[in-house]
């Protein structure tokens, strides 16, 4: 789509934003909100140079149709989709290679030492994603950024079983013949998914460690994206893809030609979806970090007010409109 349509929307004005569900606005946007805290704040005043997202505690089930369309991807590999700067055009022409940038693959430390991670299961899509918002967003992203994606863990022994399990499950359906028989047997139909009552009480945790790399000093901030109010890949993702909707509507008399393209949600919506999302009560917040030792609070106080950057400016509706000239 990027290759088909892109400078051609760019030069239009028009906006085409794909994945704006649980894949990958809590992820994509969390990164951006971080990182342009980073950029704005007194603590900051750098780009962000290395963002670390931790999918904290979660309840959520996949649907049939999820699985699926993850089995179906396996038989529609094109070549380079592995590589993190797949959708990263701009990236490869200012860095060049994206060594160093694939997924965790096994049981690990955070960056703060203070938690154990798992390999997260969702960061092969999530990564491309941020990647095209840092090279579509030069002036918040350090061409340079490092994105690391994992899940937390109780402890060792727990997230071992799970990256275990999660490479059994991955090479089970690696080969058409045990996808074929789990899909006969064992995983969910297209159609069938989680009860009412599932959804109803499922939730989300994604945590966000960025830094931004000075001459002095590093400095980190810690970002939160979360919902509490229904499952991810349901109630969530129906809100996210609403809000999205309804903030390209509200915005789209702000776009001039050769500001639209195959964009992501970071780098189309910026704080105008901040804004939209925020009054649906999805918890979208930052704050500054310790530079050195255990950065990860996990929580923020309710009372904590949310934070938005100076240079928004604000619509006749009063919400966030990021400066779309910041897009390339």
Not at 162 to 188: E, H, I, K, N, Q
Not at 264 to 291: C, M, Y
């Amino acid at each position: 789509m990027i290759d088909k349509h892109h400078e051609e929307a760019k030069k239009s004005g028009t906006r085409i934003v794909p994945c704006c569900g649980y894949d990958c606005i809590p992820f994509d946007i969390g990164a951006f909100a971080t990182a342009e805290y980073l950029r704005h704040s007194a603590a900051g005043g750098g780009e962000c140079g290395e963002m670390e997202c931790l999918l904290g505690k979660s309840s959520g089930t996949a649907s049939g149709g999820t699985i699926a369309t993850a089995m179906r991807m396996m038989d529609v590999q094109r070549p380079g989709m592995n590589d993190p700067f797949f959708l990263s055009p701009e990236l490869e022409q200012s860095v060049g290679s994206s060594a160093g940038k694939a997924p965790q693959m096994s049981v690990a430390k955070s960056s703060t030492g203070d938690s154990w991670t798992t390999p997260s299961i969702m960061a092969v899509i999530n990564s491309k994603i941020v990647y095209r918002s840092a090279g579509l967003l030069p002036s918040t992203f350090n061409p340079a950024l490092l994105y690391k994606e994992s899940m937390l863990a109780p402890g060792l022994l727990t997230g071992s079983l799970v990256t275990a399990g999660m490479g059994l499950a991955v090479g089970a359906l690696y080969f058409r013949l045990s996808r074929w028989l789990l899909a006969s047997t064992v995983l969910p139909k297209p159609g069938q998914g989680p009860s009412e009552q599932a959804r109803e009480n499922g939730y989300f945790n994604v945590h966000f460690i960025g830094t931004a790399k000075r001459k002095d000093a590093p400095s980190k901030a810690e970002g939160l994206f979360s919902y509490s109010h229904g499952d991810p890949g349901y109630a969530a993702t129906s809100l996210m893809v609403l809000e999205a909707a309804l903030s390209l509507l509200q915005t789209q008399s702000e776009v001039e030609p050769g500001q639209g393209g195959v964009l992501t949600p970071a780098s189309a919506l910026g704080w105008t979806l901040v804004e939209r999302l925020r009054q649906k009560d999805f918890v979208i917040n930052v704050k500054t970090a310790p530079s050195h030792g255990k950065a990860l609070t996990k929580y923020f106080p309710p009372n904590t007010p949310p934070w938005t950057p100076p240079n928004v400016r604000k619509l006749k509706s009063g919400a966030g409109l990021y400066p779309f000239s910041a897009i390339m």
